[in-house]
């Protein structure tokens, strides 16, 4: 095993702190500490490890004082202006040939340290950041149970708040036919968890059972997966409403191809994969992979509005070049005026391993209400022309609040973020990768600005050690007792103290330690038996204290 000790080590530099570190602009730390006036500093580094077993797991990175395993990501950046924001993805194996160490949900900065890694770690989709009650939340999708449907789920939607408590579990109970052998209770699928300004939530179901196909060239029995969109009252759990795409979409716009011979249940036929759902106003915007086209539903009445098709537009008339979409994602509404709107999408391109079509991130700019006579102009065909990516399932684009373009290419298990001008392909600003290209995925990715504190206090382990690399400046020692703390989550927090003492009950205050990186080491070099971690918010007014530790 190549072990190398922190290649953030150029990212977070050494850091043997010449001066104290300002305490001036930390009221908190000022309050507690004054009596310090001169507070001494630590010497601390990042103690992140990188375990490079490529030919078993994707680089992933280890901590002394938390258990998690994040993927080591591979960046590349063309030094140009980024967006702000935390990235949120969820690495999985969706093809099974991935090779992620963890198969859990991670945020993680743009340097690809990470910043909160779920602690239970399990299989998960579309984490990303909403507001609820008009704080921010982030949401998440598990399955529960055995799944027997690849692409699609039962499962259930966990609602996190800024101190990292599950508020809400929203497990919407429709009685589906489900697959064979699928127990969950729960009914909410994988692929779309949308707030709306009502806070109540969209999310996708999906039903087995079974259909006449006879005028599609299939049998009058057909079993087939129907795509439901389903409004759930977030506090009461109630359901407030079920659009069902076989009640509104003829099955003669599947692109899923239905066999002559007659279709069982264990194989039936997903004719419209709705994978997206957005609110607004009083409609909703309903993206059907299977069909290659997006429709605009009324939620009263359950009409569709309006209908744009991927291939030959649809109500909006002729699509512009390299406008055009197919097995396409996330489709979103922007800047809806009432004469205008920017649609967005992950233009897959693609629906199975191995196909080769490049996939774009595709903005449309659309006249409101559609008319043919003045179609769709393309703003952006997003793709990295040294890097063309063919991602068969998933993927999520979005624009960030500086203009540039963020995408998550979701079963190539990589995230992009180009320039504002970036319909050309030659400003790629940054691309990470976290699994093998055709191995590991991410269902979606999104770069959102995020602040959270845990309850939970800093994690702290002290161990007899080697002193490494980023501490040989402040120390001539090879060996020394080294402090280990990470505090899983807190997004503004600069900087620890040290409190150390001959007993539990005498803790003085030793010194600042400055955040590095997700996990920061230092030397414990004070003649003390009993150590301490103090963790601040200051922008929270938060403190809190690890346990205590006897050396
Ligand atoms: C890689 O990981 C596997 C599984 O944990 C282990 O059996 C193997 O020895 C490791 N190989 C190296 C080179 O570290
Ligand atoms: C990391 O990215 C660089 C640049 O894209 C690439 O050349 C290299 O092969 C990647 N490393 C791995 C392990 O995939
Ligand atoms: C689902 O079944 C449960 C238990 O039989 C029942 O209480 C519930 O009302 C049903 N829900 C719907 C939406 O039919
Ligand atoms: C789900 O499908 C079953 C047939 O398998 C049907 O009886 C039931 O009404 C459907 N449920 C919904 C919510 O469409
Ligand atoms: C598709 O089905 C709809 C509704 O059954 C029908 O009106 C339409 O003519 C069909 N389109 C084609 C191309 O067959
Ligand atoms: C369409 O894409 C191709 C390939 O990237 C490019 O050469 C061409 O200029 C694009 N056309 C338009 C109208 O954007
Ligand atoms: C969409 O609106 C935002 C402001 O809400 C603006 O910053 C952005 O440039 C607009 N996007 C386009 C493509 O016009
Ligand atoms: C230094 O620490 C390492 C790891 O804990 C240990 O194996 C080694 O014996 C120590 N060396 C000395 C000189 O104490
Ligand atoms: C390390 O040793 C050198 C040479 O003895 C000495 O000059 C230096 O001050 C020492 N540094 C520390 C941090 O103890
Ligand atoms: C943390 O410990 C220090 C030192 O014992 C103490 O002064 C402080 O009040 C504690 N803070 C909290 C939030 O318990």
New binding site residues.
Partial sequence: MTSTLSTFASLTALLCLQAPLSLASNSHHVRHHNHHARASSICATSAVNVVDNSTTFWPFQTFQSFGSTPPQLNITTNGKELGDGLLFFSPGSESGQGKPKEVNNFIMTSAGELVWANPNPRGATDIKVQTLDGEPVFTYYTPVGPQSFAGIGWGEVHVVDKTYTEIYTICPQLNLTKGDGVTSICDSDLHEHYITPENTMYVTAFNLTQWDLT?VGGTANDWVIDALAVEVDIKSGNILSVWSALDHI????SHAGVPKTGVPKSGAIDLYHMNSIQSYGDYMLINCRHTWSTYLVNRKTGEIEWTIDGQTGGDFGSLPANGTFKWQHHARITNVSATEAILTYFNNDNNQPGKVAVSTGLALQLTLPPNPKTPPKLLASLHDASDPLNAWAEGSTMQLSNGNWFMGYGSSAIMKEYGPDAATGQDVRWSAQFDSIGGGDSYRAFKQVWHGLPTIPPSFVVAQGEVPAGLSGCTNATNATLGYVSWNGATDVSSYSLYGGASEDDMQFLGAIRKMGFETVFPITQDVSYVMVSGSDPTLNVERNSTVVKI
């Fill in positions: 005028s003829p099955t003669n716009q």
